[in-house]
C-alpha cells in the first residue's frame, strides 16, 4: 500500500469512489473536482497493486472554496487544514487506509496547528465518528444543511507538533 501525491490520471478512479461514499461526501464531477484540487492544500492517494483504493482531499485557510463547512471553519480560526473529504473503496475498509491518509494530512496540518473536518450524524456515519473519536477528535458545533443533513463539525488541535518543530 502506497500513500502518493494524487494525481490527475488518477481522477476517474477518484470519482467512482466519491461515487460509492457520495451518502457522506458530496458529489462530485470532473469539474467540481478540478476546481477543488485547485485549492488544495494537499491530495493525496492511496494505492494497492496498482489500483487507487483510497483519495482525500484538504484545504488550508482563506481559499475561495465554497462549502458551507468549510466556511465555518474559516470564520472561526486562522490555522487550519480542512479535510474536504477521504473516499475508501469498500473493499479496502478496516484494513488502516484511513489511517495512513490520516496519518499524512495530520502531518501537513501539524503546521497550520489544527486539523479539521465534518461527519455526517444525520444520516449518522457511525463508524466514522467512532474514527475520529479514537484519533482525538473533538466536536465543537453541528451544522444542518438545507437537504435535512447535519454534520459535527469537529477538530483536532495539533499546536504540539509545531512546537516540536514539525
Not at 488518477?10 to 460509492?20: F, H, I, K, R
Not at 489511517?99 to 501537513?108: I, K, P, Q, S, V
Not at 444520516?123 to 454534520?151: C, I, M, Q, T, W
Request: with cysteine.
Amino acid at each position: 500500500m502506497t500513500v502518493r501525491e494524487l494525481t490527475r490520471a488518477d481522477w476517474p478512479a477518484a470519482l467512482a469512489l466519491n461515487v460509492e461514499s457520495v451518502v457522506q461526501l458530496s458529489e462530485l464531477d470532473a469539474a467540481r473536482l478540478e476546481w477543488i484540487a485547485s485549492l488544495a492544500h494537499r491530495a493525496l492517494a492511496v494505492e494497492r497493486d496498482g489500483e487507487l483504493v483510497a483519495f482525500a482531499l484538504a484545504i488550508g485557510p482563506r481559499t475561495a472554496y465554497d462549502s458551507e463547512n468549510y466556511r465555518w471553519f474559516d470564520a472561526r480560526f486562522e490555522r487550519f487544514l480542512y479535510l474536504d473529504r477521504i473516499a475508501v473503496a469498500a473493499h479496502a475498509r478496516r484494513r488502516g487506509v484511513a489511517g495512513r491518509l490520516y496519518d499524512a494530512m495530520e502531518a501537513t496540518a501539524a503546521a497550520l496547528e489544527r486539523m479539521v473536518c465534518e461527519v455526517s450524524v444525520r444520516p449518522a456515519n457511525e463508524a466514522s465518528l467512532a474514527f475520529h473519536a479514537a484519533r482525538g477528535y473533538v466536536e465543537l458545533d453541528r451544522l444542518a444543511h438545507g437537504d435535512g443533513k447535519v454534520v459535527a463539525l469537529l477538530a483536532k488541535e495539533l499546536a504540539g507538533a509545531r512546537a516540536q518543530g514539525a
